[in-house]
């Protein structure tokens, strides 16, 4: 519960047909909350992931793993200043590593 994944999917051609396997392309993985994911929102502007979960936290990352804070702590962070955030590198909240960068089509749930 409360995994993170981001894709490339500029490999999909709409009108080719395309293997689920091939087309997703892992870009990162990391596990940005212990409880499930209620919602989540990509901002594209920043290229941030804004992630809240049932354990009642809010979350902001880079697209790469990187915590840029949690809503409501105490030390405050600019998303403009990467000296700002708590873990820009994904050091202390490393992405998980992946065996490779294909989608396990078994994971994916219905």
Known sequence: AGHVRVY?????????????SEAFITV??????KKS?????????????LVA???????LWSIEGGLVGLM??????DILDKSTWVDPEALEVPPLAMEDD????DDIEE
């Open 28 to 33: 990162s993985h990391w596990r940005a909350h």
């Open 102 to 105: 294909q989608v396990d089509v």
């Open 8 to 20: 490339d999917i500029s490999q999909i051609d709409l009108v080719e047909d395309f293997s689920i």
């Open 37 to 49: 994911i209620s919602s989540i929102e990509y901002i594209a502007q920043y290229k941030l992931v």
């Open 72 to 77: 409501g702590q105490q030390v405050r962070f």
């Open 53 to 59: 979960s049932l354990d009642s936290d809010i979350s």
